[in-house]
């Protein structure tokens, strides 16, 4: 008779294990030879990756790149912003887009000084709204600004559906989508669904936040996205007063990471004050203030990222 799955039993019954008959063996397990095992291995590989949904490229987009964080507050958002613009500022002959999949907490919408709703084609797929020459889409189109997004797990799955498949990008050569921070449904759904030509990672230099970037990491590499190298935000501040340069949330942890992780580092972001009011203005550093070295450090970072998905491809 085949064994008893015993702790599903306990967890059920809130702790309580029922008595084992007298007529129930357990089976033991038996040794199996490194060739059986391997075998067993490629067979559970093949069964699994059935239920995975197949990947399917967006229509008409041909590099999806995410830009992603282990925790939220370490600028994510506003780097996958100008990142998007730095794309399309360094190379005028390249269609740039940028998705917000942050369904709980959208910030395209503010970042980019964009707000409606989008218009549906003949064919009812969603135009994304346009500013600064990059179409977007973000949750935050389709509901109120300052409405709560309560929902549970399939209807952000449902909605993240919608967002790549429901939107008519038209021709794009990079797609730069937000991802929400952490390692969860949202980010797993994604790199199912898609092609993912390379993932970026933002974190501030500072222990805890490291920490996560390092999660985040790992689970884009448990899933095969190339992972295209490390942001360094909020790396150093400069007083406008002393010109003092002070490392608030500590000095070149990015970079051990990035080496730890066999990765490289993509660029360092300063804790300029210019970066945040431009954004909570809807005017990110790179169209507002283009000579600005705030600007050349985010122009620096999609050179940066251009370059090593072009390494990937001659290598793949």
Known sequence: MAALALGPLRSALCGRALPLSPCVRLRPRLKSSGHGDASLKE?????????????????????VIVVASGKGGVGKSTTAVNLALGLAANDSSKAVGLLDADVYGPSVPKLMNLTGNPELTEKNLMRPLVNFGIPCMSMGFLVEETAPIVWRGLMVMSAIEKLLRQVDWGSLDYLVIDMPPGTGDVQLSITQNIPIAGAVIVSTPQDIALLDARRGAEMFRKV??????LVQNMSVFCCPKCQTMTHIFGADGARELASTLGVKVLGDVPLHVNIREMCDRGRPVVVSSPESPEAEAYRNIASAVVQQLAELSGSA
């Open 43 to 63: 067979r559970q590989r093949q069964h699994m990756a059935r239920g995975l949904p197949k990947q399917k490229a967006i229509a008409g987009v041909k590099q």
């Open 224 to 229: 095969n996205v190339p992972v295209l190298g």
